[in-house]
């Protein structure tokens, strides 16, 4: 068996030992005694005040870390993955990045011309040792996003793994989880970068440039 204290130790992408790191994983969890309180506190904090956002701007790659989306307050999967993985080892708990393939049977129109697909490579989600047992937890979808797209919200009990349901509020099919990428105790940036390239090609980054711009222009109104 492997050691579980390397799920402990800080990476440059799951930077538990950052001072604001420590420190917000601190306050939320504070009074409480155990493994199990920490963690389904520190879960619908980063599923429930980190936004969702499906698309990054590609040089967020560059210098990746767990702090940097605490301070954006928002993020895609992995690094909400990420974050959570840095609070749970800020407070103790073992936690490691779990990276699966999904398709989004629901991607909207928008989201499908930049992705050219449906199919999600290097879905991240968080895995933490709780009770002698590594459990999954999936903090991605905000419940706010949720309800705006009738998507069933994540639940996590820290005793059952919490992962994307298969089918929306209205029973249409929704995720498909279609390749398992193994874990990490860090953010493989490398190898997603690669599977990346791979799987949507060297276009992908202007188009994703271009999906950024548009997102902002919408929000400045």
């Known amino acids: 068996m492997e050691p579980i204290e390397k799920y ?6 799951i930077d538990c030992d950052n001072v604001v790191i420590k420190q917000k994983a601190e306050d939320l969890t504070r009074g409480q ?35 940097d989306t605490l301070r954006r307050g928002k993020g ?9 993985a840095a609070f749970s080892r800020a407070v103790g708990i ?8 999904i398709r989004n049977h629901l991607v909207s ?11 999600f490579a290097c879905h991240g989600y968080c895995e933490m040792y709780i009770g002698g047992d590594w459990v999954k937890a999936t903090p991605a979808f905000d419940l706010g996003m949720c309800k705006e797209n009738r998507i069933k919200p994540v639940e996590f009990d820290s005793k059952h793994d919490a992962i994307f349901h298969s089918h929306n509020l209205d029973g249409k099919l929704h995720i498909e989880y279609v390749k398992d990428r ?40």
């Open 8 to 13: 402990l130790q800080p990476t440059q992408g």
């Open 109 to 119: 129109e928008r989201l499908m011309e930049v992705m050219q697909t449906n199919l």
């Open 76 to 84: 895609f999967c992995v690094e909400k993955a990420s974050l959570l």
């Open 33 to 67: 005694e155990t493994s199990e309180e920490k963690a389904i506190t520190l879960f619908y904090w980063v599923r429930d005040q980190i936004k969702y956002t499906p698309i990054v701007p590609d040089e967020i790659f560059d210098d990746y870390r767990a702090s």
């Open 182 to 221: 193994g874990y990490y105790e860090h953010v493989p940036l490398d190898y997603m970068m690669t599977t990346f390239e791979e799987i949507y090609g060297p276009e992908m980054v202007e188009r994703v440039t271009q999906y950024i711009g548009d997102e902002d222009d919408i929000e400045k109104g």
């Open 94 to 101: 073992p936690a490691r990045l779990h990276l699966a393939d």
